[in-house]
């Protein structure tokens, strides 16, 4: 039997970054994933097959609306080929797979392909496609198995018409109008990639508003670019059915009002969210406690009641985000090697890769009202910068929230082009616990979308902005 200093079940963004650490500072490492291929959820089916859609989308989109404008003339009709950016998406997982198969080998970790199932605290049970099992021993265990698409009860997954994400990444044809059901990151971010592509769009969310954990500011903004994109949108409505008839999907729900309401498509992408994902772990078997919503308990070091078993990621509690898995997968890591890290979690961002792509770190103004926090605020709009008019990107702006007193900063929301990568700017700030007159007096490049960071800080300290 094999035996190892740790031992990471789940190779997504959190397992494949903790097996790394653990294998720098020393320590003897497994990897233990389900699937042939590593990089778990996020690589194979979330955020880098999704980012690749949205960025041949965006390139078509630009082609048939902006080329004229810039100049550019392209004769003939500019044509869709789904096969073929299905298949460049699927050259961009293959290599990013490969790259972290590179990684494991680099760092000398061992890579075992099937279910990892706990036989005690300390044994994993490996069970292959092939219905083999290897057991192997380990001092300490990560569990990294990550999340999969939440369902409505009462609705049937088909995988053909009624889709999750995973789906919507391999689609044989565009949906002539494609119901999606969730206002959230995932439903948002698809089905601007087939809008743009020419299928009608329709949104059905449960809540009041889109994307709603974030900003409401930034919620109302996103709903009134992609209503200008021809995105239809029906908030407050509670979704009571799907059923399909032959190549028609037929989804019922109850307005706000109450009054019932029917929408007719031929694809329905249900994306109301995501479950964490324990089947087949086992976790009772090693003293691991799973709580009433299906994710591993932990305390705040991350270990499980079984203090030599940790778990990271999706897998428990907080967003799901997977740098949020990667800050976690290191932590543990350099736990056990004796050293004392740390992870901020209100300094996680989130970000929503529409476009104008959305972007947020700190607190919401909602979050400090309701604290009783005091507070001001500074604003400043994307069209107003240089930069945005040049790459006709207009829409969108800067928000810093700064405490009244202090000035420091507690929460930064933006949305326009680049801002996930601007968030960067906001999150190095607040780690430093910078005010907003730190933020205004620092120098940024002209012309760029980053001098709204700049204006938005100037304006939040005495109203001091000054293009507008």
Excluded at 132 to 157: D, R, V
Excluded at 158 to 181: C, F, G, N, Q, Y
Aim: aromatic content about 6%.
């Amino acid at each position: 039997m094999s035996s190892y200093d740790v031992a990471v079940i789940g190779s997504g963004p959190g397992g494949y970054v903790a097996a790394i650490r653990c294998a720098q500072l020393g320590m003897k490492t497994a990897i233990i994933e389900k699937y042939s291929t590593l990089g778990g959820t996020c690589l194979n089916v979330g955020c880098i097959p999704s980012k690749a859609l949205l960025d041949s989308s965006h390139h078509y989109e630009d082609a048939v609306k902006h080329f004229e404008e810039h100049g550019i003339d392209i004769p003939g009709e500019i044509k869709v080929n789904l096969e073929k950016m299905i298949a460049r998406k699927q050259s961009v997982v293959d290599q990013t797979c490969d790259g972290v198969k590179f990684l494991m080998k680099k760092n000398d970790i061992t890579v075992y392909e099937g279910l990892g199932s706990f036989k005690d605290k300390t044994h994993i049970d490996i069970k292959n496609s092939e219905g083999k099992t290897e057991t192997i021993e380990a001092k300490n265990i990560i569990i990294a198995t990550g999340s999969k698409p939440s369902n409505l009860p009462f609705i049937e997954l088909d995988k053909d018409r009624v889709i999750t994400s995973t789906e919507a990444l391999k689609l044989k044809e565009i949906p002539k109008h494609m119901i999606v059901i969730g206002g959230g990151v995932i439903g948002l971010e698809l089905g601007q990639v087939y809008k743009r592509l020419g299928a009608e769009v329709t949104v059905i969310e449960y809540l009041d508003r889109i994307i709603p954990t974030m900003d409401a500011a930034l919620s109302k903004e996103l709903m009134k670019v992609m209503k200008k994109q021809k995105v239809n949108f029906n908030l407050s409505h509670k979704v009571k059915s799907i059923e399909r008839k032959g190549d028609e999907i037929i989804v019922k729900a109850d307005n706000k009002k109450g009054e019932e309401v029917e929408f007719k498509g031929d694809y329905c992408l249900v994306s109301v969210g995501r479950r964490p994902y324990t089947d087949g772990l086992n976790a009772e078997a090693a003293g691991v406690k799973i709580d009433d919503k299906g994710r591993v308990e932990v305390n705040d070091h991350l270990q499980t009641a079984t203090d030599t078993i940790y778990a990271i990621g999706d897998v428990i509690r907080g967003a799901m985000l997977a740098h949020k898995a990667e800050e976690e997968g290191t932590l543990v890591a350099e736990q056990l090697a004796g050293q004392k890290p740390h992870i901020d979690y209100n300094l996680i961002p989130g970000v929503v890769y529409t476009w104008p792509e959305v972007a947020a770190v700190g607190k919401t103004e909602e979050e400090l009202k309701e604290a009783g926090v005091e507070y001001k605020s500074g604003q400043f709009p994307m069209r107003a910068l240089g930069r945005a008019r040049a790459s006709m990107d207009l829409d969108g702006f800067v928000k810093i929230l700064a405490d009244k007193k202090t000035d420091e900063v507690l929460g930064v929301h933006m949305i326009g082009a680049r801002c996930a990568d601007l968030i960067a700017e906001a999150v190095t700030a607040m780690e430093f616990r910078a005010s907003a007159e730190d933020i205004s007096r620092m120098s940024h490049s002209h012309p760029t979308y980053a001098e709204a960071v700049k204006e938005a800080a100037l304006a939040a300290t005495g109203d001091r902005a000054l293009h507008v």
